[in-house]
C-alpha cells in the first residue's frame, strides 16, 4: 500500500471513530442522569445497564483506536501545511491525546460504577465517582477547544481545509470553551451533563467527519506526497 493509500486511510478512520462512539452513546437505552439527580437515580442508572455500559465502554476503547489514526493525519497534514515550525501540528496532537486520556479515564470510572461500586450501594463513593466522571468530561473540553482551534488557525493560513469548515472550527472553538464552565455549573444546560456539553460535541462529531472527507482527497496545501 503506497503513500498516499495510507493517509486516505487514516483520514478516513475519522469517520469510523464518529460511527462507533455513535454507537457507543446509543447502548444504555435510556439517557444519563443528571448531575442534581438523587444517589438512588444515579445508582439505579449504573446497575440497570450495567452490561450495556460494558460494551460501550469496549467500544469507546475502539473508537480511541480509530481517533489516534485520525489524529496522526490531522498532524501530518498540519506539519505539512505549516512548514518547518509545524507548532500548530504539536498543539493539536497534544490536545487530541489530552482529549483521550480524559475521555479513557472518564470512561473507565463509568465502567467500575457499573461493574461494582453502584451495585454494592455505597451512596458516597457512588456519588463522588459519578461526579468525578462528569466533571472529568468538562475538564476535557479545553482539550477539545484547542485541537479544534489549532487546526483551523492552519486551515485560515494555508487552505488546509475548506474555508467554511475553518470558520466553523473557530465558532466551535468557542462552544468548547463556553461548556467548560460546566466545572461549577451544576445544574442547567451548562452543567456537565447538561443539554449544551451535548449539542457541542455532537457539532464537534460532524466536524470530524468533514475534516477526516477533506483530507481524503490531495491537497495543494500539504506538499506533494509519494
Do not use: C, H, K
Request: glycine content about 10%; charged content about 10%.
Amino acid at each position: 500500500m503506497g503513500a498516499r493509500r495510507w493517509e486516505q486511510f487514516a483520514a478516513a478512520s475519522g469517520i469510523a471513530f464518529v460511527v462507533v462512539i455513535l454507537i457507543s452513546f446509543l447502548l444504555p437505552g435510556e439517557a444519563p442522569p443528571q448531575f442534581d439527580d438523587s444517589i438512588q437515580e444515579i445508582q439505579s442508572f449504573y446497575v440497570d445497564n450495567g452490561d450495556a455500559l460494558q460494551a460501550a465502554a469496549f467500544l469507546t476503547g475502539l473508537a480511541a483506536f480509530f481517533f489516534l489514526w485520525f489524529l496522526g493525519r490531522l498532524r501530518s497534514a498540519m506539519a505539512r501545511a505549516e512548514g518547518e515550525a509545524g507548532r500548530l501540528s504539536s498543539v493539536a496532537f497534544g490536545a487530541g491525546i489530552l482529549v483521550l486520556a480524559l475521555a479513557l479515564g472518564s470512561t473507565a470510572v463509568g465502567d467500575v460504577l457499573a461493574v461494582r461500586v453502584a451495585q454494592i450501594g455505597d451512596p458516597a463513593v457512588t456519588r463522588a465517582l459519578f461526579e468525578l466522571q462528569n466533571l472529568t468530561i468538562a475538564f476535557s473540553s479545553f482539550a477539545f477547544a484547542a485541537l479544534v482551534a489549532a487546526a483551523s488557525v492552519v486551515a485560515v493560513r494555508t487552505g488546509l481545509l475548506p474555508p467554511w469548515l475553518a470558520v466553523a472550527g473557530e465558532l466551535l472553538t468557542l462552544g468548547w470553551l463556553v461548556v467548560g464552565i460546566g466545572v461549577f455549573v451544576e445544574q442547567g444546560a451548562f452543567s456537565s451533563t447538561g443539554a449544551f456539553g451535548l449539542i457541542v460535541f455532537l457539532v464537534w462529531l460532524v466536524w470530524v467527519v468533514a475534516v477526516s472527507v477533506s483530507l481524503v482527497a490531495p491537497n495543494e496545501a500539504e506538499g506533494t506526497m509519494s
